[in-house]
């Protein structure tokens, strides 16, 4: 029997409501698990031999239609949002309910295997291993919530539970401007009390992910006074940019690096005394000489933390080393709109505890909080500022994400949308 001081606890912790579990429902949700995956498994199939790299828009949408046309047949309204306005083609909304606690699921459409790919097909490796091209990264973790979904429904438990799904078409490269291609996801973070992410966090049924670390663009410009090279130190020339450009970056190391969970990275360096930047392919050229001082100097890189606050003390720390030039140099330092970290709070730690217990009842042992160095920046961090707990990494376990070995462990898929289901069930029990 599931644990119900765990469930209580949590429930009045996110939801404000007390906890009532019925184990005949829960028995019945398993068994309705069991049923559904033979059609669980032939809509990943189906859905992994779609291409739908982000910018297949055609594909992508296709995708959509697939999933939507299976909630559509559970009862949920569904909507399109269309991405022309950033650049994308589009998120899937799926809305049910109107009862019980507000529940976002979050999975995505896209992946990043382009249209040109020679990586395209379901491939069944035996062993419960099957390869794909997103079989992981995510439509295993989008099956999933619609196959939680319909566990539910036929358990005749759906209806206790408020459910809002977005499945995003540009998780895999963010449409721009973010605020109108994260508009839909955030919306309903808005409206949600739970947040639930079907990412395979680091590919271990053993783990979930209760902090993700969020991921900002940088970019760092310093000039310096150009002038014979014979010149560099004294008080008329100074040092130049590139020097005052090394100190800057090795400063940012020696203060960021000691903040836990925290880095940042200079990917792109570009200096001397005339440069050139092309900001859509990421390149750039210079022209320099060993006998002259460098004018001019560009770095562009990324910085994650684990938290709004890290983030911002990092910032602090990064302004304040732009500012103390070295003699003849100065420095600006922009920041870009990024992934939002999702903090490690008390009410995510419940809300694993709660999942953790499901799997242990179940018999499938503990799963404890991933580090978040192997978790990356994903589509729940919009949400986490908004809803009241969020869990992520509860998707499709494998590995090889990203690349051309992206392998599914297919074990994974029925008990994860267990795990799920159950949990929703759990969360949506009250007076």
Do not use: C
């Amino acid at each position: 029997m599931l644990r119900m001081l765990t469930v209580f606890v949590l429930i009045l912790a996110v939801t404000g409501r007390p906890a009532m579990a019925d184990e005949d429902a829960q028995k019945a949700i398993i068994a309705a698990v069991d049923e559904a995956m033979p059609m669980a498994l032939a809509t990943l199939e189906q859905a992994v031999n779609i291409n739908s790299g982000t910018m297949n828009f055609e594909g992508v949408k296709h995708v959509g239609e697939l999933f939507g046309a299976e909630l559509i047949s559970l009862g949920f309204t569904t909507q399109w949002v269309e991405g022309a306005d950033f650049g994308r083609a589009g998120h899937l909304v799926a809305s049910y309910g109107t009862k019980g606690p507000k529940i976002l699921l979050i999975g995505h459409l896209d992946t990043v295997f382009a249209k040109t790919d020679d990586f395209q097909r379901f491939e069944p490796l035996g062993d419960d291993k099957t390869k794909g091209p997103g079989i992981t990264d995510m439509k295993g973790g989008d099956v999933i919530i619609i196959t939680a979904m319909q566990a539910l429904k036929n358990a005749g438990v759906l209806d206790d539970v408020s459910i809002r799904i977005v499945m995003t078409g540009d998780e895999e490269s963010s449409g721009k401007p973010l605020d109108k291609s994260k508009e839909a996801l955030v919306e309903a973070a808005k409206w949600a009390d739970i947040a639930l992410g079907f990412e395979d966090g680091d590919g271990n049924i053993k783990t979930a992910v209760i902090a993700r670390r969020g991921s900002v663009g940088w970019t760092l410009k310093v000039r310096g006074k150009a002038a014979h090279s014979s010149q560099i130190f004294t008080d008329t020339v100074g040092y130049g940019a590139v020097l005052e450009a090394a100190r800057i970056l090795n400063a940012f190391r020696e203060q960021l690096e000691p903040m836990e969970n925290l880095t940042f990275n200079p990917g792109r360096i570009v200096g001397g005394t005339r440069i050139t930047n092309d900001q859509k392919t990421n390149t750039g050229t210079a022209f320099g000489k060993s006998n002259v001082v460098a004018k001019t100097l560009m770095v562009t890189g990324g910085i994650r933390a684990q938290s709004p606050e890290q983030l911002a003390a990092a910032k602090a720390k990064m302004q304040a080393i732009v500012a103390d030039n070295l003699s003849q140099t100065s420095a600006s330092l922009t920041f870009a709109d990024g992934y939002p970290p999702m903090a490690p709070t008390q009410a995510n730690q419940d809300l694993l505890k709660l999942y953790s217990d499901i799997s242990k009842d179940l018999g499938y042992g503990e799963v404890l909080a991933v580090n978040p160095r192997k978790a990356g920046a994903a589509d729940i961090s919009f949400t986490a500022g908004y809803v009241k707990a969020a869990l992520d990494g509860l998707g499709l376990m494998g590995t090889g994400g990203h690349t051309k070995d992206e392998t599914a462990d297919m074990s994974t898929l029925k008990r994860n949308t267990e795990k799920t289901a159950l949990l929703i069930y759990q969360l949506s029990q009250g007076e």
